[in-house]
């Protein structure tokens, strides 16, 4: 405890008034003032103004990529890709779904876009479906075995990455339906799967979440009529939560993996998740 | 005598001068993306007027060819743009600044004034606060606006997951419509935004750098205001 005597002191103390060390500043004159603020905000506003337009310089003359499952975008912008995906598939649910639309509104003239994949010579009667277990095992399943299969049609807008969308009349087996009859139960627990056209020149990837919703179809007929050849004879992949260019023309092989397959388009600097 | 007056909040003249490079590239990756299926025009009675895009106009600011890399630049500066315009909001409204700026009941009727003022065909401009009826419209729409380029863009981006997005734009279709036309109204903003500023002079550019102005104190108003009962209705 203090003694009285401490107490009074410091009362003493406080009472001193406190010693100027500055000399007061001058008013600033209204000039001063507005040169000060003036000088201030300007420098301000062109550093930020240089710092920004040197960090659009950085991401734009930013390197590409080295392509390997992507390629071709600057590799800053892929990483934003890649994240900004993340982002999005938590909003992905089977409960959201395409929009569907008569059959007296689908078109009657498909748009065709490319034949990229499927523009060689082809025996549609050799053709098998391969599908690459992960045991190992692989199975060929001719288009008599999916036609046996329940068959789901789709009137949908589909969505071309380019901009263009057209209502399209589709049928075949859903994935998930193809995915149960032939005991495929194991290879889905993987993240992706894997599509390739029989000449192996068009290729997609497709995380599980998007190949197991339940529009996603593996198709066989169009407008009611089996596949025509620059459609992608005799199946093909209709997916309606991607853009068109993982519809894949042509399967020839499926497989399953849990990195990335590669995507041809992926390749080129699109976004590899393309989904709607 | 003159004097400063305070006139923008350092929030709004950070997120004016962000917004406009980030905009600026959102316009020009939308160039890149919509070049790859350019069909939208203005046509009337059968005759094309307008044609989005001439190509002259595609090769002078070289865009052909360059879809890939259009999104990869629109789907990350849409952050930037998204981010910037929600914080500008918020802080409109939790300042009180947004008093200022939503038109009120005259507005429209004055902005009308303001225009025929501002054309030279009338002589005496509606008495003004920060901002005149004009500007109240014009700058409430452009916020509107940006709310709109977010969710038509969303219900592009996302179809399928915000469905009801692109159901509430009319379809994709027509979403995608709307989200190009609101492109075409930030242009034509900018243009008369541009213009506007340069007649206002340096005084009121000044203002959105470093935040005030200079006024007489005794004030002699540069435009001749009415009396206010003339304007009240």
């Known amino acids: 405890m ?3 005597n401490q107490v009074f002191k410091l009362c003493q103390k406080m009472k001193q008034p406190v010693k100027k060390t ?5 008013e600033l004159t209204l000039n001063q003032k507005i040169n000060r603020r003036n000088f201030i905000s300007f420098t301000t506003f062109g550093v930020l103004g240089v710092t920004a337009y040197g960090g659009w310089r950085w991401l734009y003359t930013s390197p590409i990529e080295v392509t390997g499952i992507t390629g071709g975008a600057r590799k800053p912008l892929r990483r934003a890709l890649n994240k900004t995906e993340l982002f ?4 992905f649910s089977n409960n959201n779904q395409v929009r569907t639309y008569p059959k007296s509104m689908a078109a009657k003239n498909v748009r065709h876009n490319s034949d990229i994949g499927v523009d060689g010579k082809f025996d549609v009667a050799a053709w098998r479906l391969q599908v690459n277990k992960i045991t190992g095992e692989k199975l060929a399943i001719s288009i008599d075995e999916l036609k046996a299969l329940p068959k789901t049609e789709i009137i949908f807008d589909f969505k071309c990455v380019e901009g263009w969308d057209q209502i399209q009349h589709w049928a075949g087996v859903r994935f998930i339906d193809f995915v149960e009859h032939f005991q495929l139960h194991d ?3 993987l993240g992706y799967v894997g599509m390739e056209t029989p000449d192996k020149g068009y290729y ?3 995380d599980m979440p998007s190949a197991m919703h339940p529009q996603t179809i593996l198709a066989y007929e169009m407008n009611d009529k089996p596949l025509p050849l620059n459609h992608g004879q005799p199946l093909r992949l209709i997916i309606p939560v991607k853009y068109g260019i993982k519809n894949l023309k042509r399967i020839g092989s499926i497989s399953f993996s849990n990195q990335r397959p590669r995507d041809y388009w992926a390749e080129q600097g699109y976004d590899y998740y393309s989904g709607l | 005598m003159k004097a400063i007056k305070e006139k923008h909040s350092l929030a709004m003249r950070w997120c004016h001068w962000v917004n406009f490079p980030i905009l600026t590239i959102m316009i020009w990756s939308g160039m890149l993306i919509y070049w790859a299926n350019d069909e939208y025009k203005i046509t009337l009675f059968g ?4 044609q ?6 595609y090769h002078l600011l070289h865009i052909p060819q360059r879809l890939a890399e259009g999104m990869a630049f629109h789907f990350l500066f849409m952050w930037f743009f998204t981010l910037n315009g929600i914080f500008y909001i918020l802080y409109t409204i939790i300042s009180g600044e947004w008093r200022e700026l939503v038109p009120t009941r005259h507005s429209f009727k004055e902005a009308f004034l303001v225009v025929l003022h501002d054309l030279h065909i009338r002589k005496m401009a509606p008495p003004q606060n920060k901002y005149n009826a004009a500007q109240r419209i014009a700058y409430t729409a452009i916020i509107v606006m940006g709310i709109g380029s977010v969710i038509t863009g969303l219900a592009i981006y996302k179809p399928s997951q915000f469905y009801y997005l692109t159901w509430l734009c009319g379809g994709y279709h027509f979403a995608r419509i709307i989200h190009f036309a609101l492109t075409l109204g930030y242009v034509f903003f900018f243009l008369v935004h541009v213009v506007q500023v340069i ?5 009121n550019f000044r203002s959105v750098i470093s935040g005030f102005e200079i006024v007489d104190e005794k004030p002699e108003p540069s435009i001749q205001t009415m009396p206010k009962d003339e304007t009240a209705s």
């Open chain 1, 2 to 4: 203090k003694s009285r």
């Open chain 1, 22 to 26: 500055k000399k007061l500043k001058k």
């Open chain 1, 88 to 91: 999005f598939r938590r909003f």
């Open chain 1, 187 to 189: 290879e889905t627990r």
């Open chain 1, 204 to 206: 997609i990837g497709l």
């Open chain 2, 47 to 50: 005759h094309t007027y307008v």
């Open chain 2, 52 to 57: 989005f895009f001439p190509d002259w106009y």
């Open chain 2, 199 to 203: 007649l206002a002079g340096w005084n």
